[in-house]
């Protein structure tokens, strides 16, 4: 079946303008994460939706990241007002039920700021 | 201090060559996860692991709990393997994972 999908898969835009990324998860998959990796840093947790609980947003570094989840599935990351530093590759991934499933990981976004 | 340290940081070897990674954590968790990162950036899940031993093909995961230490090894390694391993933790009691900077592996042929 298909894997993780995730679009763009390359993004290049202006300080100061608005970006949106999409993952598409695993069917079936009820949990869904996404993750931050910057130029020779390792990975970062942003943010976590299970089912229709209260997702934990715990890792989103501001308040100009946001990120929803519509209909248990495809998944929206918005970063308003982007900065050069939020420049890095975003990855998606899901699995099957909570976190103590395998995580399958999508390709990702590589999000440029100039 | 990173609640998720790995060594080396950076390993070259030759084919055939027998490779060992190490991962230390400080807090309790509930599962310890290896990745692997291959040069284009795809991150493929290999071991998902709360005790003991895993294997599968030419590798093998193994954690100590109470050391909080886990190590990956790759048998027989092939320039194949060449990628960044990546070790991550789930707390006790938490759903996201913290990881590990990543272990640089290169096998030469």
Known sequence: ?114 | KNEVEQSPQNLTAQEGEFITINCSYSVGISALHWLQQHPGGGIVSLFMLSSGKKKHGRLIATINIQEKHSSLHITASHPRDSAVYICAVRSQGAQKLVFGQGTRLTINP
């Open chain 1, 1 to 114: 079946g298909a894997g993780v999908s995730q679009s763009p898969s390359n993004k290049v835009t202006e300080k100061g303008k608005d970006v949106e990324l999409r993952c598409d998860p695993i069917s079936g998959h009820t949990a869904l994460y996404w993750y931050r990796q910057s130029l020779g840093q390792g990975l970062e947790f942003l943010i976590y939706f299970q089912g229709n609980s209260a997702p934990d947003k715990s890792g989103l570094p501001s308040d100009r990241f946001s990120a929803e989840r519509t209909g248990g599935s495809v998944s929206t990351l918005t970063i308003q007002r982007t900065q050069q530093e939020d420049s890095a590759v975003y990855l998606c991934a899901s699995s099957l039920a909570d976190s103590a499933y395998e995580q399958y990981f999508g390709p990702g976004t590589r999000l440029t700021v100039t």
